[in-house]
């Protein structure tokens, strides 16, 4: 197989993954729909795994936590923009993990949470 062989095989292997990652069903898999979106590898959800943990172990020590940091702190590790950080959000809630840090994410911009967070904060006072 020679490089220009190569890099067809490649497109082609892309394309396929990229229509396997539109038929994962969001509700089911909302973190694996996630990945693929983002076109993360195991080393990126890793990352934003310690980021959620940072700031869980920050709530179980019941310590004050800036949520503009910690947003910031998605925004620059995937240099990504607020409407992906939301994704990012709701993906990790609506899959049961870092439930505490999604809602208090989520409830630092009452009274004016965005409608896709209410799913988070009116579901129940604390998940």
């Known amino acids: 197989m020679n490089l220009e062989e190569l890099v067809a ?4 292997l892309k394309y396929h993954v990229q229509i396997l990652g ?3 069903d ?3 898999h909302p ?4 990945i693929l979106s ?3 590898g195991d080393g990126d959800i890793n990352r934003a795994h310690d980021i959620f943990e940072k700031y869980d172990d920050k709530l179980a020590a019941k310590e004050n936590v800036e949520w503009g940091e910690f947003e910031n702190e998605l925004k620059s590790e995937f240099n990504i923009g607020y409407q992906t950080v939301k994704s990012i959000i709701l993906a990790f809630y609506k899959n049961h993990q870092w439930t505490n840090v999604c809602y208090g994410y989520a409830m630092s911009f009452e009274p004016y949470t ?3 967070f209410h799913q ?3 579901k129940n006072s604390q998940p």
Do not use: H
């Open 114 to 116: 965005p409608v896709e």
């Open 9 to 12: 095989s490649v497109e082609k």
């Open 31 to 34: 973190v694996e729909s996630l």
């Open 38 to 40: 983002m076109d993360w």
């Open 26 to 28: 969001y509700q089911s």
């Open 120 to 122: 988070i904060t009116r």
């Open 22 to 24: 539109d038929t994962i």
